[in-house]
Each structure stands twice: as structure tokens, then as C-alpha cells.
């Protein structure tokens, strides 16, 4: 229906007749069009309006070709095929216009002159942007040419002068365009500085001392090797790692709300610690992913597995109170799936797709029909509580329903009953009748206390104060379930004028028909479930297992591998470098930034794939590169060359992001307590000692010192953090009770030295890993002779030095 | 008049000789677009949704159909509700343009010509956390940045000891309203509890406990003597100039903050004047902030959902009224007096109002189709009302105000175009205003 901008421009090209002839048409336009244009029609038509009348914008060049709901207003030098003509002439009932009445005749021969005449317009277009919905910005076949989405493959090294220099594969690549702009990699970083980069980079946390030392003794040639393949081998590595992907997934614990329909996720640690434990046994990303979508459709699963599911089943949710009208919560619920929509679009494919919810995307190839095809999955498929051990198919699904329709009729109840409202006799006995039905359920649930006592208990509390929310209190994390998902389809049941019910259909699919400019409430054409059309084949069909997630999660490493493959491998190049190849590294599409070195990633992401898509071989791959042990010290030649570092002709110092901070200080103090997963912490309690990896994660109360230190927002996917250096930092650093009560903890472990000299040597091997200069001990010496200990040992904790990681 | 350039002066002084890294590229935003008369904004946020038929938009309807239930009031709210329910307050007309205020706020009244009366806001969402995130940040899910972070990453900060956008509130939940979103982080809000009257019970982490500030001195010289060691060794860069500078900022902050939120420092009339209530330490504590160069100060009235009154509207608002009208009134006159209401926007209203109808008989539901805000200040007209509710104040009928408006409006008075204020993030220009808002031209000066 819609017609392209550039076809039209094309055309207008084509048709325009010659300068001379243009130049009359533009002063015909000036003289007799535009000044009707502005009296008669702006007044509805125009841009600067916020809804124009039937999408159709006058006052614009561009608009007017365009055209509005219905098409195009005029077609240049055919006045026979322009709406606008036709509309002014007042011979279809249904379009006339201006509609306080028929225009002179004069008028309409001078528009349908004009329009013969190619429509000369010499208007600029104040604005760029479209604002019809059909506005497109690239078709799918001009889509499926897109850098992106072409398939990946292994290239050839290019050949460089300084071919020594190069250690591994993506040597070449770098040194090739270091060697183009005349600039020369920076020499290998010490020895000192290698094994504190790649502890810190693959756990997170400090080399001791006696491992610095161990290695800067080491003269085998392989000793940096070795390192790299130990440290992957120590559960850590997953600590760390597994940290990365749960600011990807957005993990968290609660909702941005926690209210009475969208209750904390008490048993998300368990999904934390799957990526843990999934990442430490480098398990193919591919699988992995999948996994996170749809193990519970996944015939090679096992029931442990199912804690990957937490990836759908933590996700955002927003509080729908029951007295809200349909359409609003109707409204509330797609916002749910458009943050899933969005989450696996952009965590997964770099791919903005949630630009297309209310009009085709404006710039990449992706319809309003693609948006909706991937929202129907997720309005396929429902949080849930599933037991951790194994339980037969068709109790399991009886119970998920059961406790879905409990939890509602237990809220529902308890409204009743606490705001009966004004009309209390109605309240009361829908109150009844949502109890006797609680009551049937459990009742209904007691057939299957022999084999699965853990479901009849957790169903007891239903009808009963028990789960009446008290503040920051949810139910105890240690009961066998998982935060997870399953098919079941959302319908919003209206019929009640007072009460808006949901309505869960287990194992029934909901296809969503596209909601035109994203209202609910004006249905378009059907968007069956299915993936995006520009990364699918001709023979794109429709999913048809279910919610579609695991056809979803196929076509992704199917279809989309490409693109998957290289958004994951520009991830955790950022993750080592500190900076991605692609500066955008979730949205890869037309208003991304483009890889600085598109040869090396292709090449990278194609071994990636060819190499069982292994996060550890991409690691080693990646860090035992020349480039990546490049010194990251400044140069004057690198820094007029290129000041950014795109070229990696050193490596980018960093500082330490609050995960590292704070396990590094508790490490240096002596405290650490490497005990792994459970049950999350909370960091306001002084005693909590753990990894910060096991720290509770709050959508609605995100821990202050995480927020303080840049953490991801998690109620919503990140594409990376932004480390902030601010006065706030500092004032934690320097008067919080963490800081100073390890301070005095590191303190403590020095106590027993003979005497001061001694105990800053200890401590400058237990902080900095290093001995102190003479220098360094001096000013330690003039300090303590009038500051305490504990007040050295913070400030040593507060250095540069410490946080850097260089 | 003096006092104010002393202070700020003062302030300032403790930032010279700062070098060009870090911080100072967070000192200024891409605006302001056009000439501001606005250099400061402060929300006086009635959380919970104040009634605008008890307070600023008399209905002598209500009376007369008391108890009925036309159909026109048959909205769909969150609650069910019942007939028309009147006002007990008498209303009379104040200002030179007499403008309709309740006897509830006998202050306010008195100074209605510093103020505009917004009677035709709507809003979209009849529950409360949505429509807190709308008036919050444009957008009903809790994901977009805030206003103030907005306003904070468009105009930058005018005092590097002090956050630009600052939250005063006695408690810490509701973090998400006052986020940064996809904006850098600096410009999230910075929470302080002004229920208290002493700065450190305010501010996490702003005394030291253990150390005087001799002692603190001398440890942050030998942090900065060690630093600086290891920067000559490493080489010039910029996280590790911008952490040597912020060290030296958080050492003065502690002074400027301890200074800046000692309310214990007004002198008694002045305190006096707003009254002793947490609410009128907030009013004064936000004074201040704005003096110092604070860019936006969001201020909540009190504890969770004060203003939220399902029942005993009339007991309730007799005892809630007087301490908002008091510091509110003290707030407008204060600044007035001082030179800064010239340049510093006040906003005052809720998520939304209230219905006109009842609800349990004494109180009244929530009411998204038609509100009253207030805005005073900064180039905004004084003694007026703009727009009107139907005949019952349901629905705004008249010269509607959307949230996109308002915040049109805001931006527009600090030198924001707001359509102009964008941020790149998930591949497309995000603004406060979404794709929609128009200034609200007639109420400007």
C-alpha cells in the first residue's frame, strides 16, 4: 500500500521536465498552491499537529508525497491517480475536502495543472522524520543485504610487514590496519601487570603476591598459557563470567514494583547460579541460550536444567490490579511481552526490534507483523513456579495451572474482601466464590500428597493470611522451586464490569493480531507466531510447537547465526578489551556503529562457531593474542593517531567494576568467603562477606553501592556498563563503614609484625601485591607516625592503584 | 540578596583550579536550546493524588446532585464508587485575578498571584505506580529516565559539590522514579532523607566518623601522594586524573553538604516562617539547594501515599492541609524575597487527582481524567487559572494539560526544547515527551 519515499523521488526525477519548466512550477505552486495548502488545510494536515487527521501532513514536501492512512495524496504528473485532486473535485462522497465546503474550480485546475507539471515543491522538510504509520525504512529484501545478517566466514589472514609481533589470528587483522595508519602496537605488558589483567579479567579479583611472584619467575615459554588455562579451569571463572551474561539477561530478584500481582522471584538465585555453573562448564552458547528459552521443550534436558529458564521466568512484570478496565490491562500485559520482545532482541540478536511495536521499524527491516510474530510467543508462555525435581508431565501441568488460577483468586479474594467498595453485597459473594473454588483446588491438589507432599504444601497457603505480602519479607528461598516458564497462552477476561480477570490457557497458543500504533484496543491484520522475516528463508512458516519458544531459540543459531554469533563474540571482545568492536553492541542494525575491524570479527565469529561455540577457546583465543597483552600505558604517537584506541595500539586501562572493588577489598582484608552459590545476601548487612555476585539484585530497591558504581539497571535489558568516576564514590570510599571496617580487618592482619616497616611491606604484598618502594615506605612511616594503622590501610584500599586495572 | 551571592560564591570558590577531565565534561549538557527563565526547578510532589475539588477547583454541582450518580460522572476508575459527593470547604476568589483557592490554604491563597492554577490535567493511568513513572518520566513502565535526570544531563550541574538532581524524601523506596534509565548514570537523583534536620543523618557517607578533618586531610594526602606516584609512573589519563579530582571534591562536598543542609543554620524566623514539619524542612532544605546551584529538586510530601484518601477525605485533609499550605506559601515568598522565584520553576500536584464521586461513603478514588497542579515562578503567570474541569471535575474538559505538556512546559521555561532533547539508546532518539507535548503557551508570562 504504502509507497517508497526513494521510488517516488525516483519518479519525480524522472518526470521532472526541464529546469525552465520546473521553475514555473515552482512559482505556480508559491502563487496558487501552497497559499491554499495553508489556508484551507493545515489547519488539520499539519506536522506540527500531534495527531494529523488521517496520518496525512500537508505542510511538508515530503508529507504530501507520502501521503496519509489511506496512500499517497498526489502522484507527481498524474493528476488522474492523486487522492488530493480527487478530494477537492468532491465527487466521492466519502472523501471531500476541505470539508467546509467544494473549492473554485480555478483552484482545482491549478492543483491538477501542477500536479501534470510533476508537482514542483520547493519546501525543505523541517523534520526528517516520518510520521505516517506506513513509513518504512528499509524493505526486507534491501534488509536481507544488511552487513549484519550476511553469513560469517573464516577469511584469510592479511598479510602485515611486522608479522612477528603477531601471536594469534586476530594479530593479523589488528596489526594490518594498525600497519594502514602508520601506527605500531605497543610492546607486551610486564609480567607483574599480565597476571593481574588476567586475574582480574577471568575472576574478577587480585592475584596474590606469591602467584605475582610465581609468575614473574616462571621462564617457561607456555607460562602465560598455562595461567590462562588454570585460571579457566577455577570455579571463579564462572563467578565472573556468569556476572556478565546476568547484566545481558537483566537479572534480578523482584519487579520494579513489587506489588500484589507481580511479586518477588524468590528462587531467582537458582538461575544465577545455572549461568554459573553453566558457564564453568563452558557449555556451547548455542545451547545455551536455547536452554534459557525453552529447556523445558528440550527432549535432552534434564529437570536441573530447567533453571534456565529463569531468563523468561525473573523477567519484569508490571502489576495489573484486577479493578483496572480490559484494555488497560490488556495494555499493562503487552507491555510485558514487549520487554521480553525486547530482551531477546536485543540481548540475543542486537536487533531493535522493539522499535516496531506501534509502526514498522524507521529504520531496519522489521514490521510491525515481526514485532507481533515475537510477542505472541511470550503471550504463549507464563511465569511460573515449577518443582525442582522431576514430576510426571501431567501433574505438572494440572499444577502450574492450579497455582496460576490460586494465585489469582487468592489476590482477587483478598480485594474483595479488604475494599469490598461500594458495593459490598456483590463483593462478598464474589468473595465466596472465588474462596470455594481456592478451596476446591486444594482439595483437588491433596490427590497427589502421596508422591509430591512439596505441592500440596505449597498450595496450603492459598485462602489464608500466609500469603498476604508483608514488606521485604517474600517466602523462604530454600523450597524446591524454580522461577520458571510454561506454555500457556494469556487471555484478559472483561465480562465482569467491576473485575477484570486473567485467563491462563495451558498449553494453548495466543497468536496477537498486530495492535495498530500499539493500542490494544485497534486490532490489525493476525501475526502468527514466528521469527523476524528478513533473517527467515522464503519458506519462513509459522512456529507451531507450543509457545513457539524453542523454534524461536532454533531459528536464532539456525537462521540468525550469523548475526547471534557475532553479537555474542563483540560482547565478550568488550569484556576483555573494554571496549567492543562494534561500538553498539546490541543493536547491530542501520543506526548502530559498525566494527571498527568487520574482517576480524566475521573471522572470529565464524570460528567461534566452527569451535562448538565455546567461551572458553573464544577466551583464549582473545587473550593470548599479542594485542591483548599489550602494555595499556599511554603513547603520544597512538594518542594523536588515534586518540579513541580503536585500533588497539594499546590495551585500554580500565577501572574495577563494583563486583571486583568490592570482592577485591574484602579479599585484601582477609575476609572473602568464597563459599558458592545459594540463596542471595543482601549488602546492607555488615557481615555479609560473600562475592558480590551473590548479592541480592532489586528492579525496585537496587542496592545503593551498586548504583553508586554504575551496575546495569535491571529492569531492562543493558547493552553494557558505563563506569562513572564521581565525588559520591569517593565519600563511599572514604566514610563508609565497609571501607573502614575492612580497612581494620587488614589492619588486624599485620598486628603481629615486628614493626612498622614490616607491617607496610606485608601490607603492600597483601593490597597491591607488590613490595613498597623506599619511597612508599617513607610516606608510610610519616603517616603512621601520627595516623593509626587502620586509617593506612584504608587509605592504601582507596589508591588508584587498586581500583585500576590497567 | 547578598546572602545568596556570599553563599553560592562561597561554593563556587571551593571548585576553582579544576582541570579540564572528568568531571567537568558532566558540568554542561547539550542545552540549553534557547534563552532559560528557569535555572531551577522544584517539584513539590503530593504523592498519592491531592483532591483538586477540596483544594483549587470548586464544584457548587456536587451539592446540588449530592448523593447522585449522572451518568456523565460513570468513568471507570480504580475503584468502585458511588453518588457525587460534595465539598465541606468554602471557597472564595484571591489575587488580581481572582482565583478560586479552598479555605484549606489560607497561604497559598495569599499569594496566588505568584501562581498559576492548572485545572485541566489528565493523565493516563488510574493506579497509582504507573502514573507516578508517567508524571516521573513520561512513560508509564519504570524504565525511562527521570525528569530530573533529564534536566540534569540537558543543562549539567552549576555546583560540582552538590548533585544536579536531587531527591528529598523521608524514605529511600522509590529509587526507580528518580533513575538515570539509559542516561549516564551521574545523572540519576541523589536521595536525601530531609526528615531529618542534621546533614549526616541526611546524606550516606558524608562524615567521617572516625576522622576530624585534620585527620581526613592528612589521609587523602597520602591517597593523592600515592596517587599521584602512580599516575607519573602509568601516564597521563583521564580515570585516574578524574578519581584524584572527585577525591578532592568529596572532601570539600562534605563541607559545602554539611553547610548546604543545615537547616539548624536558618535563622529562627525563617524556620519559623515554614514551620518545624518534615515537609517544611523539605521546602526550606530545597531553598537552599536551589541557592546553591541545585538544578531540580523533587521533593515528596511525606511517607508512601500520603495524599491517597480512599476514606476520611475531610477529616484527613483538615489535618494535612495546613503544613502544606504553610511551607508551600513560605517556599514562594522565601525565594520571591531572596531574588531566585524569578529563576527557579516551582511545581506542585500529585500522580493525579481525586473523584468527584465517593468512595466508601467519605472518600474519594483515584481520578486520572482531570486534576489540578500548580506551577509558580520563572516566567510562568501568576494569578490565574488555566483550563477547566466538567461540570462535576471529573474531566478535564477546557485548555486540557497532558503530562507531555507539563513537562513540555518545564523544559520549555529552563531553556529545553523538548523535542530538541534527545538521547541515542536501543537504536532510536528518545525525549521526555515521547512523540508527544506542546508548551502550554498561555500561562507564560
Known amino acids: ?806 | 540578596m547578598n546572602q545568596r551571592i556570599s553563599r553560592r560564591a562561597w561554593i563556587s570558590s571551593l571548585c576553582g583550579g579544576f582541570g579540564a577531565v572528568g568531571l567537568s565534561a558532566a558540568m554542561r549538557g547539550p542545552g540549553p536550546h534557547f534563552t532559560p527563565k528557569a535555572k531551577h526547578v522544584i517539584f513539590l510532589f503530593m504523592t498519592g493524588g491531592p483532591s483538586q475539588m477540596d483544594l483549587f477547583d470548586p464544584k457548587p454541582a456536587l451539592a446540588k446532585y449530592e448523593g447522585q450518580r449522572p451518568p456523565s460522572v460513570d468513568l471507570r476508575t480504580e475503584r468502585v464508587t458511588g453518588g457525587l459527593l460534595p465539598s465541606p470547604f468554602s471557597f472564595a476568589k484571591y489575587g488580581r485575578g481572582g482565583v478560586d483557592v479552598s479555605e484549606l490554604l489560607p497561604n497559598i491563597a495569599a499569594t496566588i498571584d505568584e501562581i498559576c492554577v492548572l485545572r485541566s490535567v489528565y493523565t493516563f493511568n488510574p493506579t497509582h505506580t504507573p502514573a507516578r513513572n508517567l508524571i516521573h518520566s513520561g512513560n508509564i513502565a519504570a524504565t525511562r529516565p527521570s525528569m530530573g535526570a533529564w534536566i540534569s544531563y540537558g543543562l549539567g550541574t552549576e555546583n560540582e559539590n552538590l548533585p544536579a538532581f536531587v531527591v528529598l524524601s523521608p524514605s529511600a523506596t522509590g529509587g526507580s522514579l528518580w533513575r538515570a534509565g539509559f542516561l549516564p548514570a551521574e545523572h540519576q537523583g541523589t536521595h536525601f532523607n530531609h526528615s531529618e534536620a542534621e546533614p549526616d543523618k541526611m546524606i550516606r557517607y558524608l562524615r567521617n566518623t572516625q576522622l576530624d578533618r585534620e585527620g581526613q586531610r592528612r589521609q587523602l594526602d597520602l591517597v593523592q601522594a600515592l596517587n599521584r606516584k602512580h599516575h607519573d609512573s602509568f601516564g597521563a589519563d583521564a580515570f585516574l586524573e578524574g578519581r584524584i579530582q572527585a577525591m578532592e571534591t568529596a572532601y570539600r562536598m562534605q563541607m559545602a553538604a554539611s553547610d548546604v543542609f543545615d537547616l539548624r543554620k536558618e535563622p529562627e524566623p525563617v524556620r519559623t516562617e515554614y514551620g518545624t514539619t518534615p515537609f517544611a524542612n523539605g521546602c526550606l532544605l530545597a531553598r537552599r539547594l536551589v541557592e546553591s546551584g541545585v538544578r531540580y529538586v523533587h521533593l515528596y510530601y511525606g511517607q508512601g501515599q500520603v495524599w491517597d484518601d480512599h476514606k476520611e477525605i475531610n477529616k484527613n485533609l483538615r489535618e494535612r492541609c495546613p503544613d502544606m499550605d504553610k511551607a508551600s506559601a513560605a517556599l514562594i515568598r522565601d525565594l520571591k524575597r531572596r531574588g531566585l522565584l524569578d529563576e527557579t520553576l516551582i511545581v506542585w500536584g500529585g500522580e493525579f487527582g481525586r473523584t468527584p464521586v465517593s468512595e466508601n461513603g467519605d472518600g474519594r478514588d483515584h481520578n486520572p481524567y482531570g486534576f489540578t497542579m500548580w506551577m509558580a515562578g520563572a516566567g510562568i503567570r501568576g494569578g490565574m487559572a488555566y483550563g477547566a474541569t466538567d461540570e462535576f471535575g471529573f474531566k478535564a474538559v477546557e485548555d486540557r494539560v497532558s503530562i507531555h505538556d507539563l513537562h513540555a512546559t518545564i523544559l520549555h521555561q529552563l531553556g529545553l526544547d523538548h523535542e530538541k532533547l534527545t538521547y541515542r539508546y536501543a537504536g532510536r532518539d528518545f525525549r521526555l515527551t515521547d512523540v508527544h507535548g506542546t508548551v502550554i503557551q498561555d500561562i507564560l508570562a
Open chain 1, 1 to 806: 500500500m504504502s509507497v517508497h519515499w526513494t521510488e517516488i523521488s525516483l519518479s519525480i526525477a524522472l518526470l521532472a521536465p526541464t529546469v525552465g519548466a520546473q521553475t514555473a512550477g515552482v512559482e505556480l505552486f508559491e502563487k496558487k498552491i501552497r497559499p491554499v495548502l495553508a489556508g484551507k488545510c493545515y489547519a488539520c494536515h499539519s506536522s506540527k499537529l500531534k495527531a494529523p487527521m488521517g496520518g496525512l501532513v500537508l505542510d511538508t514536501k515530503s508529507g504530501l508525497l507520502r501521503g496519509g492512512d489511506t496512500g499517497p495524496a498526489i502522484v507527481p504528473g498524474k493528476p488522474a491517480e492523486s487522492r488530493l485532486l480527487e478530494a477537492l473535485k468532491y465527487i466521492d462522497p466519502q472523501l471531500q475536502m476541505p470539508p467546509s465546503g467544494k473549492l473554485g474550480d480555478a483552484v482545482v485546475a491549478d492543483f491538477t495543472e501542477w500536479i501534470a507539471s510533476g508537482a514542483p515543491d520547493p519546501r525543505e522538510d523541517r523534520s526528517s522524520t516520518p510520521r505516517s504509520a506506513g513509513a518504512q525504512g528499509m524493505s526486507i529484501e534491501a534488509g536481507r543485504k544488511w552487513w549484519a545478517f550476511q553469513p560469517v566466514r573464516e577469511l584469510p589472514a592479511p598479510k602485515v610487514k611486522g608479522s612477528e609481533w603477531a601471536r594469534k589470528k586476530i594479530d593479523f587483522f589488528l596489526l594490518s590496519q594498525l600497519e594502514q595508519k602508520g601506527v605500531a602496537p605497543s610492546p607486551a605488558a610486564d609480567a607483574r601487570t599480565l597476571i593481574r589483567r588476567a586475574f582480574l579479567d577471568l575472576h574478577g579479583l587480585r592475584p596474590t603476591y606469591e602467584e605475582v611472584e610465581a609468575f614473574a619467575r616462571d621462564s617457561r615459554p607456555d607460562a602465560y598459557e598455562q595461567l590462562i588455562d588454570r585460571l579457566l579451569a577455577s570455579p571463579h571463572y564462572g563467578e565472573r563470567w556468569g556476572r556478565y551474561w546476568l547484566d545481558v539477561a537483566r537479572y534480578a530478584e523482584d519487579n520494579p514494583t513489587s506489588e500484589a500481582t507481580n511479586p518477588p522471584y524468590p528462587y531467582a538465585w537458582r538461575y544465577r547460579d545455572w549461568v554459573i555453573e553453566a558457564v564453568n562448564q563452558d557449555i556451547p552458547y548455542d545451547r545455551f541460550v536455547k536452554l534459557q528459552l525453552a529447556a523445558d521443550q528440550m527432549p535432552e534436558a534434564t529437570r536441573s536444567d530447567l533453571r534456565a529458564l529463569g531468563f523468561l521466568g525473573t523477567a519484569p512484570v508490571y502489576h495489573k490490579d484486577a479493578r483496572l478496565s480490559k484494555e488497560v490491562i490488556e495494555t499493562l500485559a503487552s507491555d510485558d511481552w514487549d520487554e521480553r520482545v525486547d530482551a531477546v532482541t536485543r540481548g540475543l540478536l542486537g536487533l531493535t526490534v522493539a522499535c516496531a511495536r506501534c509502526h514498522d521499524h524507521k529504520f531496519d527491516p522489521i514490521t510491525t507483523k515481526d514485532y507481533y510474530g515475537l510477542a505472541s510467543v511470550f503471550a504463549s508462555t507464563a511465569a511460573v513456579l515449577r518443582p525442582i525435581r522431576d514430576i510426571d508431565p501431567e501433574t505438572e501441568k494440572r499444577f502450574l495451572w492450579v497455582q496460576q488460577r490460586l494465585i489469582h483468586l487468592d489476590y482477587l479474594e483478598k480485594l474483595m474482601k479488604g475494599e469490598p467498595g461500594t458495593k459490598p453485597d456483590e463483593a462478598a459473594k464474589k468473595a465466596e466464590k472465588f474462596r470455594a473454588e481456592i478451596e476446591q483446588l486444594k482439595q483437588e491438589m491433596e490427590s497427589v500428597r502421596g508422591r509430591y507432599p512439596e505441592l500440596v504444601k505449597y498450595v496450603a497457603k492459598f485462602g489464608t493470611e500466609a500469603t498476604r505480602r508483608r514488606r521485604g519479607d517474600g517466602p523462604p528461598p530454600n523450597e524446591p522451586f524454580i522461577n520458571a516458564v510454561y506454555d500457556a497462552g494469556l487471555w484478559v477476561d472483561g465480562s465482569d464490569p467491576d473485575l477484570t480477570l486473567m485467563d491462563y490457557r495451558p498449553g494453548t497458543s495466543r497468536d496477537l493480531p498486530v495492535f495498530l500504533r500499539g493500542s490494544v484496543s485497534s486490532p490489525g491484520e493476525p501475526a502468527p507466531r514466528r521469527f523476524l522475516s528478513v533473517l527467515s528463508g522464503p519458506d519462513d512458516a509459522p512456529f507451531r510447537k507450543g509457545s513457539g519458544r524453542l523454534e524461536l531459540a532454533q531459528s536464532i543459531f539456525d537462521d540468525g547465526s550469523p548475526l547471534a554469533a557475532r553479537l555474542i563474540v563483540n560482547r565478550v571482545w568488550a569484556w576483555h578489551f573494554g571496549k567492543p568492536l562494534a561500538g553498539t553492541p546490541s543493536d547491530f542494525g542501520t543506526q548502530g556503529e559498525k566494527p571498527s575491524h568487520p574482517e576480524l570479527l566475521d573471522d572470529l565469529a565464524s570460528r567461534f562457531i566452527a569451535n562448538g561455540w565455546s567461551f572458553k577457546w573464544l577466551h583464549r583465543e582473545i587473550m593470548l593474542s599479542a594485542a591483548y597483552q599489550q602494555a595499556s600505558a599511554p603513547r603520544a604517537d597512538g594518542e594523536s593517531a588515534d586518540p579513541n584506541n580503536r585500533l588497539l595500539w594499546r590495551m585500554n586501562p580500565r577501572r574495577m567494576d563494583i563486583e571486583a572493588f568490592r570482592d577485591s577489598i574484602l579479599q585484601a582484608s582477609g575476609t572473602l568467603d568464597t563459599a558458592m552459590y545459594g540463596p542471595s545476601t543482601d549488602l546492607e548487612v555488615a557481615t555479609n562477606e560473600r562475592r558480590t555476585v551473590y548479592a541480592k539484585i532489586s528492579r525496585s530497591r537496587l542496592h545503593a553501592i551498586l548504583r553508586l558504581y554504575d551496575f546495569s539497571d535491571p529492569s531492562q535489558h543493558s547493552p553494557g556498563r558505563d563506569l562513572t568516576t564521581t565525588p559520591l564514590q569517593q565519600l563511599f570510599v572514604f566514610n563508609s563503614p565497609f571501607l573502614q571496617e575492612h580497612a581494620a580487618a587488614l589492619a588486624r592482619r599485620v598486628e603481629g609484625e615486628a614493626d612498622a616497616g614490616e607491617q607496610v611491606r606485608k601490607l603492600y604484598r597483601m593490597v597491591l601485591a607488590r613490595d613498597p618502594s623506599g619511597d612508599e615506605v617513607d610516606l608510610a612511616l610519616t603517616y603512621l607516625a601520627r595516623g593509626t594503622l587502620p586509617h593506612y590501610t584504608q587509605a592504601l584500599l582507596s589508591t588508584n592503584e587498586f581500583i585500576f586495572w590497567p
